[in-house]
């Protein structure tokens, strides 16, 4: 092994763990605030991801999984940032101006792996994502071949009153290895009441077999969803890449999509 690829190791292995103290700090942080408040988004309960059929997954996502998440948390301050620096900048010029030492020692480390002129050039694309700029900055791969269809989309009951709760089950096959994408369930309210909701899933390096996510959607009326009769869209979909930013990041690809729906009753 080469001294650039002995380099290359070990900063990666240094923001694995500090990504990963990060995601940690992160998820207390947002523990205490879904804590402190009723109003909470609307997202699916009881989640979960289960391979069905193919060969078990090797290696590890989680260096990709923890960059993804540190920019979901700060790539709006990065952007921020580099717009007042410019493009004459450092890796310290931006990252010390992130408002915590440990998100300062995560961008460091990450600007140490793209350079400081690959980590401005993945944040200064068009309405960036956090998947996208962990792709262009090399820490999440890419694929130009992945494929995937989902086979099916079940929502059980199919109608019920305020309060019920639905379970929701989606079945997709991945035909060819993705890279990194997304897995997203969206709730489409019915007339226009509200805002789409749902959740979406990171998937990295998954390999060809078949998979099923699984949820349950409480429909208790809150604040940002009256779930008020009507009937509601459901809609599946598998991407490589994030999801709707297809068309503006040449990596992302829509792989598969599928709708249903259910009935709240009076």
Known sequence: MCIRDRYQRRVRDQ??????????????????????????????????????SGPPQVGSAEECELCVEFMGQALNNLINIIAQVGIGGTCADVCSKLPNGLEAKVCDILCEIAGIEGLVKALSVIDPTPINVCQDITICPKSSTAAANITSLTVSPKSGRQGTTFAVDMVFQVIKKMGTGQIVLEFVPPNGDGQPFGSGNLLVETAPGIYQI?????????????????????????CEGTCGSQGKHPDARLLSQRQTSFSITQ
């Open 15 to 52: 923001i694995f763990h500090s990504t990963k103290m990060f995601a940690v700090v992160c998820f207390l942080a947002l523990a205490a605030v879904a804590s402190a408040t009723v109003d909470v988004p609307v997202a699916l309960t009881d989640l979960t991801i289960t391979q069905i």
């Open 214 to 238: 699984k949820g349950n959607l409480q429909t208790m009326p809150n604040k940002q969803e009256p779930f008020n009769p009507g009937q509601f869209g459901v809609v599946g979909a598998v």
